[in-house]
């Protein structure tokens, strides 16, 4: 925890390239610029990152293809501009984020929580995200084409302009979502779920 208040507090990287506690939250740390610098730099050198906890940080125009999050939690972080084709990762949090101008083409996200987050100009063309969390979510102009979608949840979502073309759709939950200019053509539509009160879906998933 954080030694100014209850919140959790960041990692940050010690003298043995070692991800540890800093002791303090985003609002109370001493230096963010530093923390920041050292936790984007670690992220450069490994491929494999454990255990990271970074929540309230924003991070920008970073080159993450193929690497590997394993438990991380970037909580209410700020994405901007950040390439990470090929990336994987699971039981990850990173609930109440935003992600700007971001690229995760073929991706492996399973596991992992988006709840209220904000997607905008992303990238997610041929990826496995499969049983993820994306309740409450905002997407704007993204694009999921290609996609596995299995077991995912878009509840109460509000997916605008955006393409979920091809997409595997089966068991994934839409209840109370609203989708505005969203194309589906190719995707099971029928194996998605909707409608609480019934099984899968009828008339035409485009409306909202």
Not at 15 to 36: F, K, L, M, Q
Not at 57 to 78: A, E, H, M, P, V
Not at 81 to 102: E, L, P, S, V
Not at 172 to 182: D, G, I, K, M
Request: glycine share 6%.
């Amino acid at each position: 925890r954080c030694s100014g208040c209850n919140k959790n507090a960041m990692s940050t990287i010690d003298e043995n390239d070692n991800i540890v506690s800093s002791g303090w939250c985003v609002d109370h740390v001493p230096d963010i610029e530093d923390i920041a610098s050292k936790i984007c730099s670690y992220m450069m050198r490994h491929d494999t990152i454990i255990g990271l906890n970074c929540p309230g940080l924003t991070i920008k125009d970073l080159n993450l293809n193929n690497k590997r999050f394993y438990g991380c939690n970037f909580q209410n972080c700020s994405f901007q501009n950040i390439h990470a084709d090929g990336i994987r990762m699971r039981m990850g949090i990173y609930d109440g984020c935003t992600f700007t101008d971001c690229n995760f083409i073929n991706s492996n996200i399973q596991f992992t929580s988006f709840a209220g987050s904000k997607l905008v100009h992303v990238i997610l063309t041929g990826s496995d995200l499969v049983h993820i969390n994306c309740n409450g979510v905002t997407v704007y102009q993204s694009c999921f084409d290609d996609s596995d979608l299995y077991n995912s949840r878009f509840i109460k979502s509000v997916l605008m302009n955006t393409s979920m073309r091809n997409c595997n759709l089966k068991k994934t939950v839409f209840y109370n979502s609203v989708r505005e200019q969203v194309s589906f053509k190719l995707s099971n539509t029928r194996e998605a779920l909707v409608d609480r009160n019934r099984g899968g879906l009828m008339g035409a998933f485009e409306a909202s």
